[in-house]
């Protein structure tokens, strides 16, 4: 597929304050396109748009509120003039089993990483159709194989890829295209806070292979560069996670084969450290992930 120009085009992208938000924000910007930031963590996502310069500027919000997208969307509509790309990239996620999770900062996963791209894309929809751009939900790696620790984030991953899916055969007859990504593990804070957990950072460090290994941010922000740029239908982090898919009804099986050896001590380990540090503290991972939970 052809790469299209963005030069001049405006993107939206909310969890924009650091990681692969911040790198996509720098990354188009510097191939011509407005930038418009959207996310909690204000004070870095001003810092983000300060460095970019006068294409970006940097909006406060949080994409489980329909008044704040709203707010929002029409704010970068009258800066910017109307919105071409919008890429629903905020995500958090918590360390923790489901029978001991700390059950707010659970669901907060859920509003956030999938009620938060449905928001996002409803409120933006309409100006996205206008001008027959593009929408790229951030699913993940989580989507394909469904590790134990993990269920609300691979649950709440694998309905956007759906969601996505669904949009796009929605939306095709209006111009829109619609993508969804699937990145593995990056080193970006979420990911580097998941691992430092003093339970499920040694649970994720012993991910067999390809499933466990970490990839550089640039190796995510050049292929998701690259499919922005083809309006790409998916977008694989590394290409080796769309091979996946084809063996997706073996994997379940195949992880729970492994995390017969694995999960029982993590349990207990889990169990100790939610009674030592308390539910929350034990569940929230990442600077976004506290800024989303204390919102909730």
């Known amino acids: 597929m052809a790469q299209k120009q963005v030069d001049g085009k405006v993107v939206l992208i909310t969890g924009a304050a650091r990681g ?7 990354r188009l910007a510097a191939r011509g396109a407005k930038v418009a930031l959207v996310g909690l963590e204000a004070a870095e996502q001003d810092a983000v748009a300060k460095r970019i310069g006068p294409n970006a500027k940097s909006w406060e919000a949080d994409v489980t509120s329909w008044d704040d997208l ?10 910017f003039g109307g919105i071409d790309i919008v890429i629903a990239n905020a995500g958090i996620a918590t360390a923790g089993f489901v029978r001991s999770v700390d059950r707010t900062a659970f669901e907060r996963v859920i509003e956030v990483d999938l009620l938060g791209v449905w928001r996002t894309f409803r409120v933006t929809l309409p100006h996205v159709i206008e001008r027959r751009g593009y929408l790229l939900g951030i699913s993940s790696l989580a989507a394909i194989t469904h590790a134990p ?5 691979a649950a709440a991953k694998a309905g956007v890829e759906a969601f996505c899916n669904s949009l796009r055969a929605e939306v095709a007859h209006l111009g829109v295209k619609v993508g969804v990504a699937h990145p593995t593990w ?23 292979g390809l499933l466990g290994k970490t990839y550089p941010l640039d190796v995510a922000l050049d292929d998701l560069e690259a499919g922005i740029l083809r309006r790409a239908r998916t977008i694989h982090v590394p290409r080796w996670v769309g091979g996946l898919k084809l063996l997706r009804s073996f994997l379940p099986p195949i992880v729970e084969l492994g995390a017969r050896t694995r999960v029982p001590a993590a349990d207990r380990a889990a169990l100790k450290d939610v009674e030592e540090r308390g539910a929350y503290e034990s569940s929230v991972t990442g600077h976004g992930g506290r800024a989303a939970t204390k919102r909730s």
């Open 70 to 79: 709203e707010r929002v969307t029409e704010g970068v509509v009258e800066h």
């Open 20 to 26: 692969i938000g911040a790198g996509l924000a720098e």
């Open 149 to 153: 620790g993990m269920a609300n984030y």
């Open 186 to 208: 990056i080193r970006t804070d979420l990911v580097e806070s998941a691992d430092a957990h003093p339970v499920f950072g040694k649970l994720r460090s012993g991910m067999p």
